[in-house]
């Protein structure tokens, strides 16, 4: 009965918290539009401009025939992300638990059928899309008779799936098929996703380094399918460039940069709980700007991500890994046996370090497949050359503390990443840790791109130059391997 009551009372302060946001992005989309409208209208567009928009535009076209050469339900657990997309356009947020059952929902009979109709691509290179096969998933269409699935992936909040749940639910109003509305969930999670990239940086100035980490094959992938990475790696670029800008006392810090803050921080956090480090970075700019907004926003987030954590950790089941012991008493144990933690971790990292390497980089599909040695060579060597270009120590030490402190949070997330995986993936006990793939240290590349760049002015010149020519060469480089790879691993036999 307790735990009952429990259940009713988060379940009604997320119901608020959810109305809240509503209404607070509806004023902030407002806002933003207006402000995007005035600067169009009014500012004139540099050379420098003009060849970001360029780019950007390059960037969408490429993510486009992208996703029409990779056939649906190809990026690892597209299954289950479409499904919560699916429940999301409904209005569900939290998942049922009937008794005896794994979590899950009603999911369309329509939209089930589409997916079977390419399950038999997954781990079998030999098999390639064909035109039967293309022709029967075009003809599916919702029905309208939803079953109850079970939904295995971890409980997320749903925000992180708006973009496609819009586009499921304008397919199903339009009364177009399952595939069309499945590509316009595609398109539109692309779209949000590289336009959230933009306004960030236009917030901050971004480097060569985090430029070539978004435009990596397994970046560049997740972009264009349906899952919880794109967006998730698109707003953890806004939240580097908010929080940098927030440290850099030469610019201009407006309260709204706060609160867009506090909501991508909530969306990352509750999609992904390694990443609760990153809910300091309030604080952080609480210590640089001593605005009380950035403390408030700090304590909803906490109470936010709580809560959901609280709620899904009493009412969701995984029945797929069966140990004798429970994630809370395996983490309780790891805690307090850290010398044993770091050392399965030390054992994991030696064994699986080339698999993080490639899968970093990219393994597409349900890494099934890979590219080259030679090009993940010449990729390592791009990211090396990036790295060093990225760099500026002109300016940095004047928000060393700063910066230091993020350094260390991302070792946090890193750590966190591992430890989440050893006590809800791995068996008990074990040597090495099971289920990391490289995608997962995306993220905190990023940040750490933003937190290696100095300021946002700092750079000569002839450096600007190189760096801008590199990204071309990359980008040519990018495009044509991996249409190559998959073009042959989808189309050709």
Same mark, same amino acid.
């Given at each position: ?85 699916? +429940? ?79 586009? +499921? ?22 779209f949000t996703c590289l336009g ?23 970046? +560049?992938?997740?972009? *264009? ?58 604080i952080i700019i609480w210590l ?7 403390? +408030? ?28 012991? *429970? ?13 044993? *933690? ?87 006990? *074990? ?63």
């Amino acid at each position: 009965m307790n735990i009952q009551l429990c259940k009713n009372i988060i379940f009604n302060v997320l119901s608020i918290i959810s109305n809240f946001g509503k209404n607070l992005y509806k004023k902030i989309k407002s806002f933003l539009l207006i402000f995007w409208l005035k600067s169009f209208i009014h500012k004139d567009i540099s050379n420098l401009e003009l060849f970001k928009i360029l780019i950007w535009s390059l960037v969408l076209g490429i993510c486009t025939i992208y996703s029409a050469i990779i056939p649906p339900i190809q990026s690892p657990d597209e299954t289950s992300h479409l499904a919560s997309a699916y +429940l999301l356009s409904k209005g569900r947020i939290t998942f049922i638990t009937p008794p005896g059952q794994d979590s899950g929902g009603y999911i369309d009979s329509g939209l089930l059928e589409f997916i079977a109709s390419y399950t038999n691509l997954p781990f079998r290179p030999n098999h390639k899309l064909n035109y039967e096969m293309t022709l029967r998933s075009q003809s599916i269409r919702w029905t309208g008779d939803e079953k109850f699935i079970p939904v295995r992936s971890s409980p997320y909040f749903p925000l992180i799936y708006a973009p496609s749940a819009i586009g +499921l639910a304008i397919g199903k109003i339009g009364n177009l098929s399952v595939e069309q509305s499945y590509r316009i969930g595609r398109f539109i999670s692309t779209f949000t996703c590289l336009g959230v990239i933009a306004f960030a940086f236009s917030i901050y100035q971004t480097n060569m380094l985090s430029v070539l980490v978004l435009s990596l094959p397994m970046s +560049l992938f997740q972009l *264009t399918t349906i899952n919880a990475d794109a967006l998730s790696l698109a707003l953890i670029v806004l939240i580097s460039s908010i929080t940098m800008r927030g440290i850099d006392k030469e610019k201009e810090y407006q309260p709204w940069m706060s609160y867009i803050l506090g909501l991508s921080l909530f969306a990352v956090i509750t999609a992904r709980w390694q990443l609760v480090p990153l809910s300091l970075l309030l604080i952080i700019i609480w210590l640089k700007r001593k605005q009380p907004i950035d403390i +408030l926003t700090f304590l909803f987030l906490c109470i936010g991500f709580t809560l959901w954590f609280v709620y899904a950790w009493l009412n969701y089941r995984d029945s797929r890994i069966i140990r004798e012991f *429970t994630s809370d008493i395996l983490l309780k144990y790891y805690i307090l046996h850290p010398l044993h *933690t770091l050392k399965i971790i030390g054992n994991t990292i030696v064994t699986y370090k080339n698999s993080y390497i490639q899968s970093f980089i990219g393994v597409l599909g349900w890494l099934d497949t890979p590219f080259s040695s030679t090009f993940y060579k010449i990729s390592i060597l791009f990211l090396i050359i990036a790295t060093g270009l990225s760099i500026s120590f002109q300016n940095i030490r004047k928000d060393y503390k700063e910066r230091l402190f993020i350094q260390f949070l991302i070792l946090c997330i890193i750590l966190f990443t591992f430890l989440a995986l050893l006590v809800t993936w791995s068996p008990f006990p *074990t040597e090495r840790i099971e289920g990391i793939q490289g995608r997962y240290f995306l993220s905190p590349m990023v940040l750490m791109g933003y937190v290696l760049r100095g300021t946002s002015t700092n750079y000569r010149p002839i450096q600007t130059k190189i760096s801008y020519l590199l990204i071309c060469i990359w980008t040519v480089f990018i495009a044509y391997f991996m249409t190559r790879v998959l073009i042959f691993r989808y189309l050709v036999s």
